[in-house]
């Protein structure tokens, strides 16, 4: 039982790390379609109102470098995006190191989840923070 959990999450990982930006980039030319408009939309309306991307934009892009093993190129994109690329490789690797182990127990993947879900709350604070110093002054005045 236990290595059907750690087949799983490698499944869901590596799935994850190969669909997930190219599937990101066919929901936004869904979205164009179903609005009607004869250019995609722009993703990012934060972006498309000010001129300056948000803290988001360049996460698909980041997830896609990151699934090749770019980390360097993803880090530069977008660091969160980066950041979830690596974590899924970690899934992949943990969920690897379970199957040829006979499978982990339940808390030790209860515990894994904990440390990467607090990395991944700790690198949206970096990200957030990245971004915030990038803005150009004057944009958030008032």
Same mark, same amino acid.
Request: charged share 10%.
């Given at each position: 039982?236990?290595?059907?959990?750690?087949?799983?999450?490698?499944?869901?990982?590596?799935?994850?790390? !190969?669909?997930?930006? #190219?599937?990101?980039?066919?929901?936004?030319?869904?979205?164009?379609?179903? $609005?009607?408009?004869? $250019? #995609? *939309?722009?993703?990012? !309306?934060?972006?498309?109102?000010?001129?300056?991307?948000?803290? +988001?934009?360049? +996460?698909?892009?980041?997830?896609?470098?990151?699934? $090749?093993?770019?980390?360097? $190129?993803?880090?530069?994109?977008?660091? /969160?995006?980066? &950041?979830?690329?690596?974590?899924? &490789?970690?899934?992949?690797?943990?969920?690897?190191?379970?199957?040829?182990?006979?499978?982990?127990? !339940?808390?030790?993947?209860?515990?894994?989840? /904990? *440390?990467?879900?607090?990395?991944? +709350?700790?690198?949206?604070?970096?990200?957030? *923070?990245? &971004? &915030?110093?990038?803005? #150009?002054? +004057?944009?958030?005045?008032?």
């Amino acid at each position: 039982m236990r290595q059907w959990l750690a087949l799983g999450l490698v499944v869901l990982a590596l799935g994850s790390l !190969r669909f997930g930006a #190219p599937l990101m980039v066919q929901a936004a030319l869904w979205q164009s379609a179903w $609005e009607g408009a004869s $250019e #995609p *939309v722009a993703l990012c !309306r934060f972006k498309s109102r000010t001129g300056v991307p948000c803290a +988001g934009c360049g +996460g698909t892009r980041a997830l896609r470098l990151a699934s $090749e093993g770019r980390f360097g $190129e993803a880090f530069s994109a977008n660091p /969160l995006g980066a &950041w979830v690329g690596l974590e899924l &490789w970690a899934v992949a690797l943990l969920g690897g190191v379970g199957i040829l182990r006979g499978g982990g127990t !339940r808390a030790s993947y209860g515990r894994w989840a /904990l *440390v990467l879900l607090g990395s991944a +709350g700790a690198a949206f604070v970096v990200n957030l *923070v990245l &971004w &915030w110093q990038r803005l #150009p002054a +004057g944009l958030v005045a008032n």
